[in-house]
């Protein structure tokens, strides 16, 4: 089964600042999901990448098949960015989740 | 469209009750998942399903069970509830097992 591991567990941050949450995995993956779940406990898909980086706004998603890592970025951090981030491997199995990254920003 | 809906929002059972979670989905997804996500752990997978008629076991069934009779709805049932069932329940689908999932709003249940 995979392991997937995030860090920080909780990150706070001042508005305005870059803000990166990691997430490693140990069995390799067809794909990996980023998730925000935000305060209200909605989930809402933000990125599904196999390789390379994926920009959306000042959200950008990376991963590196090889070393089993995969980055989330945040640039011009607001106060409407905290959330839970939970980041998701699909290998021949089902998503498996990770414990998620509670990141709040602090206007 | 609606996405992908649950009710009830909340329910409070006591021990050995039974209930059904209800999840629809108008988007035509081939894949709906039912998960629960207890504080402080991950989602974790209790059934999925590819398919009308099609169920499988994820990580955590036990005490649970599913049906799929149509594309649309995915019940999920749980049967003499236990204090350990207290969760929040997300039901998700998907138009194949490796695109992105959608999430409906979940089910708050408390089990005393």
């Known amino acids: 089964k995979n392991e997937v591991e995030q860090s920080p567990q909780n990150l706070t941050a001042q508005e305005g600042e870059f803000i990166t949450i990691n997430c490693s995995y140990s069995v390799g993956i067809s794909a990996l999901h980023w998730l925000q779940q935000h305060p209200g406990g909605g989930i809402v898909s933000l990125f599904m990448l196999s390789s390379g980086k994926k920009k959306h706004g000042r959200l950008i998603a990376t991963i590196n098949i090889q070393e089993k890592h995969s980055s989330l970025h945040i640039t011009a951090s607001h106060p409407r960015d905290s959330a839970v981030y939970i980041c998701a491997v699909k290998g021949n199995t089902p998503l498996v989740f990770g414990k998620g990254t509670r990141l709040s920003v602090i206007a | 469209n609606a996405g992908v809906t649950q009710t009830p929002k909340f329910r409070i059972l006591k021990i050995g009750q039974s209930m059904t979670l209800q999840c629809a989905q108008d988007m035509n997804h081939n894949y709906m998942y039912w998960y629960r996500q207890d504080p402080g752990m991950g989602l974790k997978l209790i059934y999925y399903?590819?398919?009308?008629?099609?169920?499988d076991k994820g990580e955590v069934p036990n005490g649970y069970n599913v049906s799929r009779s149509t594309t649309e709805d995915f019940p999920l049932r749980l049967e003499l509830a236990a204090p350990s069932q207290t969760s929040v329940y997300f039901c998700?689908?998907?138009?194949?097992?490796?695109?992105?999932?959608?999430f409906g709003p979940g089910t708050r249940l408390t089990v005393l």
């Open positions: 399903s590819v398919g009308a008629g099609i169920t």
């Open positions: 998700a689908s998907s138009l194949a097992g490796i695109n992105e999932q959608f």
